[in-house]
Each structure stands twice: as C-alpha cells, then as structure tokens.
C-alpha cells in the first residue's frame, strides 16, 4: 500500500494549479491561442511559479514521498512552464534533480526541466526533449552532441529521439486529454514542445 502524501494541503494546492493551466497549454502546444490569452497565461505561469518557489523553499523539491506522484507531476509541469522565471525554473531543476538522487522525484521529468532551462539559457539541450514548431513541423532544438544524444536519452529512460518525436506528433494531432486522464509524465508545451 503507498503511504498518503505527508503534505496533502500543498499536494492539493499542486494539482490545482497544474489541473487549471493544463488546457491553456495544451491550447498553447497546438497554437490555439490568441497573443492576448498567450500574454494572460504568462502572468498565470508566474504566479504559480511564485507558488511553486515558496514551496521549494520551505520543504525541498515536492516530491512523491511529500505530495505523491501527481503532486510531484504538477510541480514538475508547474516548473516546465515557468519560463518567465528562469532563475525560479533553475532552481527548481537543481532541487528536482537532488530528489531524484534520493529516488523521490522522476529522472525522465527532469531531463525535460533541465533541458528547459538549458534553451532558455540560449544553451544546447542535453536530452533533446525540446522541439520548435517550424515550417516543416516540429524540429528539434538544438542538441549538444546529436551523435550521442540516444544513448543520453537511453541514461534517463527516454526512448529514442525519433520515437519520442513519432510520438509527440501523434499527441498534438489526437484530440487533448482531458484533466482527469492520466498524465504520461511528458509534457507539451510552445513556442518548443517537449517529448
């Protein structure tokens, strides 16, 4: 039997936040949104990285053993889009990572979040989970080492980089999930998508 989260309250704060953004950015991810709801969405993301900093702060990175696997995917997808807080998405990707040295946060999510936060540093990612939507599609953001770049995905249990971009497509062409199915633990998000 799992045990309950030890902070139910901040699970619940999590989830909520993570469940009331989610269709904007699956919106977002598919480019259905006007450049007024893009902007109102941002001051949304800040706030709940504001939320999510504080958390941080007082407890660590909220991990499953804190607010269970999906407050833990909530925060995780929280810091994914905090990208008008880049300091708050670095800090956060180095407190994730911590955790999942103790076993209590995802590995997978994490190369996403550090790659975020690499691209948003206007540095090369390391996991190529980034994508650009381009004239011919999505197209993968720039990648440190492309010849490796596999068996890095391989280290942190991501699929191949052509599996995961199959994939990704086939997501942003199905109809969205709803807030009530499971979350993959994958992520999608724009201008860059993430698989």
């Known amino acids: ?37 893009i902007g109102m969405g941002r001051h949304t993301d800040h ?3 504001r939320v999510l900093r504080r958390i941080i702060g007082e407890y660590g990175w909220p991990g499953v053993p804190l607010v269970g696997q999906d407050g833990a995917t ?39 979040l550090h790659d975020r936060c690499l691209l948003n540093a206007d540095l090369p990612q390391h996991f190529g989970t980034q994508y650009l939507r381009g004239a011919d599609g999505l197209e993968l953001e720039p990648v440190h080492d492309p010849d490796t770049l596999d068996t890095r995905r391989a280290e942190v249990g991501l699929p191949p980089a052509l599996d995961a971009l199959h994939d990704l497509r086939l997501r942003l062409a199905a109809t969205p999930r709803t807030s009530d199915q499971k979350n993959d633990g994958t992520s999608t998000t724009s201008p860059t998508e993430s698989a």
């Open 74 to 112: 909530a925060a995780w997808q929280i810091a994914l889009h905090a990208d008008t807080d880049t300091f708050m998405q670095r800090a956060a990707a180095r407190a994730m990572h911590a955790a999942t040295q103790r076993g209590t946060a995802s590995i997978r999510q994490w190369a996403h």
């Open 47 to 49: 706030a709940n990285a």
């Open 1 to 37: 039997m799992i045990p309950p989260p030890q902070l139910p309250h901040v699970q619940r704060e999590l989830i909520a936040r993570a469940t009331a953004a989610g269709p904007r950015w699956q919106s977002l991810a598919r480019m259905q949104l006007s450049e007024q709801e």
